[in-house]
């Protein structure tokens, strides 16, 4: 199975500044690359899918980038709501996910 | 939009067998497929398998092979539909939160997650 791996495990940001998160995978998966944000105690939300396809209805803060094995995902400003885990996921069965990065308020 | 509700928190003893209800609607025409998810304390998420939106044949993760069992309800509307995950053989290593999870309609990434449910054991 790909195995993924997120750095930094956790991250101290200023809200109003740039957060970028780290994602890289064993093997190529091409595009099919995902990402979550989760909060304690909520289901978690689909925020990027295809590396790089924004849901509709997720700010425009949040940009994904990569291919292949090297992934990253942006917020370019944080707010106060975007403090939260987020997680990458490939989506080749066997589905497999990163251990997640928390994005903590500094 | 598919919205998914699962049932609530269980405490198990070992050897024991759990199931976790999630209960989909909101789909159009075809309910979508369904994956299974958990959490440990600590730990990253883990994919359990999926179940077949059409019927209960399912892919399952290697590790959960011969003791997890997904199930479509037999009562189910047009617009509802219920799946049950059963996990049996319970060790202390399968407390965790078990997440329901509906696969995009264009891809296999997931579009929406239940709230989780907690299983202790």
């Known amino acids: 199975e790909v195995v993924m791996t997120q750095s930094p495990a956790t991250l101290s940001v200023s809200p109003g500044s740039r957060a970028t998160l780290s994602c890289r995978a064993s093997?190529?998966?091409?595009?099919?690359l995902a990402w979550y944000q989760h909060k304690p105690g909520q289901a978690p939300r689909l925020l990027i899918y295809?590396?790089?396809t924004r849901v509709s209805g997720v700010p425009a803060r949040f940009s994904g980038s990569g291919s292949g094995t090297e992934f990253s995902l942006t917020i370019s400003s944080l707010q106060s709501e975007d403090f939260a885990i987020y997680f990458c996921?490939?989506?080749?069965?066997?589905?497999?996910f990163g251990q997640g990065t928390k994005v903590e308020i500094k | 939009q598919v919205q998914l509700v699962q049932s609530g928190a269980e405490v198990k003893k070992p050897g024991a067998s759990v199931k976790v209800s999630c209960k989909a609607s909101?789909?159009?025409?075809?309910?979508?497929?369904i994956h299974w998810v958990r959490q440990a304390p600590g730990q990253g998420l883990e994919w359990m398998g999926r179940?077949?939106?059409?019927?209960?044949?399912?892919?399952?993760?290697?590790k959960f092979r011969g003791r997890v069992t997904m199930t479509w309800d037999t009562s189910t509307s047009t617009s509802t539909s219920t799946v049950r995950m059963e996990l049996s053989s319970l060790t202390f290593e399968d407390t965790a939160v078990y997440y329901c999870?509906?696969?995009?309609?264009?891809?296999?990434?997931?579009?929406?997650w239940g709230q989780g449910a907690l299983v202790i054991v």
């Open positions: 999870a509906s696969r995009a309609p264009l891809g296999e990434w997931f579009d929406t």
């Open positions: 093997e190529s998966v091409r595009t099919k």
């Open positions: 295809d590396a790089s």
């Open positions: 996921q490939q989506y080749s069965p066997p589905w497999t």
């Open positions: 909101g789909y159009t025409f075809i309910r979508p497929y």
């Open positions: 179940i077949h939106p059409r019927d209960n044949s399912s892919l399952y993760a290697p």
